[in-house]
């Protein structure tokens, strides 16, 4: 089991939440974030000073799926979220150590 | 038009009836009969003055009880609102709280003492303690000083702006005043500072009232005891506190434009009720000080924006909001003195000014002025003051009374009255003078007592925790 994060701008969330339904992948969390890589961010006015602000609104989107379905999961994501340019986001990926549903104590990959 | 009708029924039917009965064959001849005609008359006279004068007292009452009620909006919640989206969220409830707490302190200090410092008779500084816990203010006119609504009616009215006064000198210190040392402090100022003010230029006998004062000064609804008070207040405020932790590296945006936004646009609407409310009655002069209020606020709206558009690329809401009320500042003391197309010049002059002002004096000499009391009041009652003595023309009010052919004598340059520039100076320094004496020996004080500033501490914390153990906004339920 792997767990899929994916730092992703928020107007591409319901695209990415379409991609990976279509791609069969059901649960996921959405997580409202500020971050920025190498993008830079915008300039504000107060008063006549300008100030920047450069912690940007992101949305992150956790899930843990199965190895077998891994690859699927990204290429979802990417597809969905890419522009092309500065500030389309990241994905990472850990290994998860088990999976349980609260509902009835399942265990492992059946949890998922 | 409608009081030409009321006397003409009011005459005939009073006439009627004794016509009437004579008709009837009273005895006496043609001389009683005219006798008792007359007779007839003059009590029809009578009766019908006193309703017309009843009908006047209606409307001009009516009036100044809805002035009143605009003029507290203007604090409560217009500048609550309007302080208080410019601040950081930690400080929205403190800073609300800073104008609410005048909207009782005053109002218990006015009725115990303050009008009677500010209005009664005194000498030519302050008033004197006649109507100390309002003795002597009945429901029947004081002609000293509005002839046609009970003297209870101005005392009320006049509370409204002894209650804003203090409000606006809050956005100086905003974000790291103690709760106890502000109460404090705007307590002893609003009787030390603001009433001795008032008494001088609106108070019977005082050396800036416009009917016989020392150097009658033209200020219509208060930009000398109002605005420059507070605030030349506020910049003398902003200077002994210092600035705020992290000022100005730290960016410290305004953290709801929206509450800002809401609470300008009460500050213009309340406006009419303390510049129309200033004429005392609801004729035609108060229709002249409503008209010259809303083209000024717009004007001025138009010209700070205008100018940042320029100087910065984009118009900001902020910029149009603070252009409308830097308008209503400068339009306040000539209000009732100036014709519409002058309050047009006035409101875009004040406009260009207090952009100037904010944006290039503030950042110049560094002064953590934080919500620009002093840019806006200050320096806009400043410039509204000197613009009065030279657009004011006694068409409009002939305040300085008629000469001895009955022509109205000239009130400002465009009459020809050069003069009253002087007078006008007059007024402006002693208000700079006052505050600037006045509040500094109470900031002095009211330190020495009990501490002017929250703790760093506190200050990061914000003062909705940290003075009153609440959160302004939850985000958690």
């Known amino acids: ?112 | 038009m409608c009081r030409g009708v009321v006397r003409l029924l009011v005459f005939t039917a009073v006439l009627g009836s004794p016509i009437f009965l004579l008709a009837q064959g009273a005895s006496g001849g043609p001389e009683a009969a005219t006798q008792a005609r007359i007779a007839a008359l003059e009590q029809a006279v009578k009766t019908a003055q006193a309703s017309s004068a009843s009908a006047q007292t209606a409307g001009d009452n009516a009036w100044m009880l809805t002035s009143a009620a605009l003029v507290l909006l203007m604090t409560g919640p217009g500048l609550a609102l309007f302080y208080g989206g410019l601040v950081r969220r930690k400080n929205i409830l403190g800073t609300m709280m800073q104008s609410f707490a005048m909207m009782g302190l005053v109002t218990i200090l006015w009725a115990v003492v303050g009008y009677s410092l500010a209005f009664g008779h005194g000498n030519a500084f302050i008033g004197g303690f006649e109507h100390v816990f309002l003795r002597g203010v009945s429901l029947a006119p004081d002609p000293d000083y509005a002839k046609t609504i009970p003297e209870q009616t101005y005392m009320v009215y006049q509370l409204m702006f002894a209650i804003i006064t203090p409000a606006l000198i809050t956005g100086a210190f905003a974000e790291r005043m103690k709760f106890s040392a502000m109460a404090l402090f705007l307590s002893l100022w609003s009787l030390f500072v603001y009433c001795p003010m008032a008494h001088m230029v609106w108070g019977v006998g005082g050396m800036l009232n416009a009917s016989g004062g020392h150097f009658p000064s033209l200020d219509f609804a208060g930009g000398t005891v109002v605005h420059i008070t507070s605030g030349v207040s506020a910049l003398i405020t902003a200077l002994y506190l210092g600035k705020r932790i992290g000022y100005p590296k730290t960016a410290m945006p305004p953290h709801s434009l929206v509450l800002s936004f809401i609470g300008a646009c009460l500050l213009w609407v309340g406006w009419f009720g303390f510049n129309a409310g200033s004429a005392l009655n609801s004729g035609p002069l108060a229709t002249s000080a409503f008209i010259n209020t809303h083209f000024a606020a717009a004007a001025a709206a138009l010209g700070w924006t205008i100018a940042e558009w320029i100087h910065n690329g984009k118009p900001t809401a902020l910029g149009a909001i603070s252009g409308a009320v830097a308008g209503l500042v400068a339009i306040t003391p000539a209000s009732g003195f100036v014709q519409p197309m002058s309050a047009l010049l006035i409101g875009l002059l004040a406009g260009f000014f207090c952009f100037l002002m904010v944006f290039q004096v503030k950042s110049r000499f560094g002064y953590d002025d934080s919500l620009d009391a002093f840019g806006v009041h200050g320096a806009g009652g400043t410039l509204g003051a000197i613009l009065t003595g030279i657009f004011a023309v006694s068409a409009i009010n002939a305040a300085f009374g008629t000469d001895a052919a009955g022509n109205p004598i000239g009130t400002g340059v465009l009459d020809g009255h050069w003069g009253q520039l002087v007078n006008q100076f007059a007024g402006v320094a002693m208000a700079w003078g006052i505050s600037a004496i006045g509040t500094l020996v109470l900031l002095f004080a009211v330190d020495k007592a009990i501490g002017l500033r929250v703790s760093p501490e506190e200050e990061n914390t914000g003062l909705d925790l940290s003075q009153h153990g609440e959160e302004g906004y939850d985000f958690n339920t």
């Not at chain 1, 379409?18 to 649960?27: F, P, R, S, T, V």
């Not at chain 1, 915008?42 to 379905?69: A, N, Q, W």
């Open chain 1, 1 to 112: 089991m792997v767990k899929i994060e994916a730092v992703i701008q928020p107007s591409k969330l319901d695209a990415v939440k379409d991609a990976l339904l279509e791609a069969g992948i059901e649960g996921m969390t959405i997580l409202e974030a500020r971050g920025h890589g190498r993008q830079k961010g915008h300039t504000e006015f107060y008063r006549g000073r300008e100030y920047t602000v450069d912690l940007l609104p992101k949305v992150k989107i956790e899930m843990v799926v199965s190895e077998d379905r891994k690859e699927k999961a990204i290429q979802a994501i990417s597809g969905a979220a890419r522009t092309g340019r500065i500030g389309d986001g990241k994905i990472f990926i850990t290994r998860i150590e088990e999976a349980i549903r609260i509902r009835n104590d399942e265990r492992g990959e059946t949890a998922l």
